[in-house]
């Protein structure tokens, strides 16, 4: 049987698009005036973790995705989903993690507001290399409706969070609840967008999963490296070092999706496959990497304990 979605030929942004608008709106309502104020509180670390999702991370993947000569469709994917703002379950994240989880809201929400400039330029610059460079000429000019893109990007992202912002404002009880019910579900959320398309197209991964597949490891690995490296060279505390490597490695992949879907910008199930693997890959890995940091710290308390 057919799932639903081909059986009646739905696009699949018809799924995407619930999904991202409750986990914008769930943005919203937690979002706090103290947050932007963070970029002047803490301006250093706000820099070094918006330096490396915005900056550091998309120029990675155009480096990975053009060495790994991936097709055209892939290495548009790889990119878009570097280009995007944090991830909400990044919060979750940074929380069990024991780090900044105030740093985290504030970089979330900082980074969903400047990607809605940064995002289609450094999207133009990926588009130029394709066309200039030769790599996947076989598949043509390809086409970057600027304007779509950034109007799509203000209404799935910029609108749900005023919504969000004005429920807590004048629904400040009603706010607090609906924020703890959606907050248990934007982890399963993700995990349920990005194993509905694994499953869609799987034939397509399995296909690609070679070059694809490597390329997805290797930019969630650097992403890591480079988050840690660079929080190291500017000196923040280990909380604050954990919460900027999850947040610069959890991206927001239902965007990714939504824009790579869009029938008003690329159009495309097949450029999704790269925001699928790297929500998959992602979660996986910062599960590990969070683990990790646990294990360490329950060693040192034994360790102080028994000392004492």
């Given at each position: ?5 081909e ?60 060495f ?101 404002l ?62 190291r060279?500017c ?23 939504a ?13 999704t ?7 998959l ?12 940091i ?8 034994l ?6």
């Amino acid at each position: 049987m057919k799932p639903l979605y081909e059986e009646y030929k739905v696009n699949p942004i018809f799924i995407v698009l619930p999904i991202l608008t409750i986990l914008t709106y769930s943005l919203g309502l937690i979002l706090k005036s103290d947050d932007f104020k963070m970029l002047l509180k803490k301006p250093l670390p706000m820099a070094v973790g918006l330096t490396g999702q915005l900056v550091v991370l998309p120029v990675i993947a155009i480096v990975i995705a053009y060495f790994m000569q991936l097709d055209t469709v892939f290495f548009i994917g790889l990119v878009l989903i570097a280009c995007c703002p944090g991830g909400s379950s990044s919060n979750i994240f940074s929380y069990i993690a024991k780090g900044d989880v105030a740093l985290s809201v504030s970089m979330t929400a900082v980074s969903s507001i400047v990607t809605l400039v940064t995002l289609p330029i450094i999207m133009s610059v990926c588009v130029s290399i394709l066309n200039t460079s030769g790599v996947g000429a076989e598949f043509g000019t390809v086409q970057l409706p600027v304007g779509k893109l950034l109007l799509q990007n203000v209404v799935l992202m910029v609108i749900p969070i005023i919504l969000g912002v004005l429920t807590q404002l004048y629904f400040k009880n009603t706010a607090h609840k609906i924020s703890k019910v959606l907050s248990k579900f934007a982890f399963p959320c993700l995990i349920l967008l990005a194993s509905i398309f694994f499953i869609k197209h799987y034939q397509n991964i399995a296909n690609h999963l070679d070059k694809l597949g490597l390329s997805v490891l290797l930019l969630v690995v650097f992403a890591v490296i480079a988050a840690s490296l660079l929080s190291r060279l500017c000196h923040q505390s280990s909380k604050t070092r954990r919460t900027i490597v999850i947040e610069v490695a959890m991206q927001n992949a239902a965007q990714a999706i939504a824009i790579a879907s869009s029938p008003f910008v690329f159009n495309s199930e097949i450029m999704t496959i790269p925001p699928i693997l790297y929500a998959l890959v992602m979660n996986l890995m910062l599960l590990v990497y969070v683990g990790a940091i646990l294990h360490k710290e329950n060693n040192s308390s034994l360790m102080t304990a028994k000392s004492e």
